[in-house]
């Protein structure tokens, strides 16, 4: 009987993470959700899988994070790079320390696990990088330099990889989101109406998802089963792509 797939995903408390382990869950895959948020433990027992809880934006705790999760499954065939947050402010006033902490849980972090578990998979001829990075690491909108900043850099990570793992069976790819139905867009919503003096659906469709083709936020499901996709054997020749998911907010 062929060993079950494991899968190790980060930020997997809520929205995009936690709609990913699910639908690895429940494609057979055992999962690991990881996050710095205990809620994830409880996302870990609806799913059926392991909790660890770390925070990435410390160093010791995100390189540590692969040999637990090793130490736990014995393997990991399968890293969902996911966890992220949001913080807006013009470049001249952003905090030096608030916008190191970007890249360390969006860039860092993901490069640290990358390092940790790609020998593995290289060893066992088989293994699925899926970094979330954003429609701005392709794009820019002003006040988000640091998101914008480590967004970008975690598409050149994941283009590098996929050249240094091309061949022995391990795909590495990118997926940039439009606006998702998540917490993080939510509380996003609610500062932009407050800060324009409107009404959430008003910031939904005139300011958010003005640019895009389809005026809807998209569902966490539907980059959980676009994630699904680039982690099955189906997408084998699928390499060092940021396939957008955006309903069109980058064709213009
Ligand atoms: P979310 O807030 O629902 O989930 C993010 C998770 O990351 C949370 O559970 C949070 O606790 C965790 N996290 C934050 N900081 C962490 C840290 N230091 N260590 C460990 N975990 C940490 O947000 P989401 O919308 O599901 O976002 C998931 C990913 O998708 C992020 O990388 C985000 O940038 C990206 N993304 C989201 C959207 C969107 O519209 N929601 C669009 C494009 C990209």
């Known amino acids: 009987m062929p060993v079950a797939r494991t899968a190790l995903v980060t930020g997997a408390a809520s929205g995009i993470g936690k709609a990913t382990a699910q639908a690895l869950a429940e ?22 899988g392991s909790f660890l809880q770390a925070d990435l934006a410390s160093m010791d705790e995100a390189a540590a994070l692969s040999q637990r999760a090793l130490d736990l499954c014995g393997r990991v065939d399968i890293l969902v790079n996911n966890a ?49 990075s954003s429609i701005h690491g392709l794009i820019a909108s002003p006040y988000k330099s640091a998101y914008v900043s480590a967004k970008h850099g975690l598409i050149g990570l994941t283009k590098t990889v996929a050249l240094e793992a091309g061949g022995r069976g391990v795909t590495v790819n990118a997926i940039c989101p439009g606006y998702v139905r998540t917490p993080l867009v939510e509380a996003q919503v609610a500062s932009q109406a407050a800060a324009h003096g409107i009404g959430e659906d008003e910031v939904i469709e005139k300011i958010m998802l003005d640019p895009a083709a389809i005026r809807r936020l998209i569902e966490p499901e ?20 940021a396939y957008s998911i955006d309903a069109g907010w980058t064709a213009r």
């Open 222 to 241: 539907e980059v959980a089963r676009l994630a699904l996709f680039l982690a099955s054997d189906d997408a084998r020749s699928v390499t060092g792509s």
């Open 84 to 132: 992220g947050f949001q913080q807006m402010a013009p470049v001249e006033e952003y905090d030096d320390r608030a916008w190191a902490r970007f890249l360390q849980v969006m860039l860092v972090a993901p490069f640290q696990l990358i390092k940790r578990l790609l020998p593995g998979m290289k060893e066992q001829g088989w293994g699925r990088i899926i970094n979330i």
């Open 27 to 48: 494609s057979g895959v055992r999962v690991i959700l990881s996050d710095v948020s205990e809620g994830g433990r409880e996302a870990a027992e609806h799913v059926g």
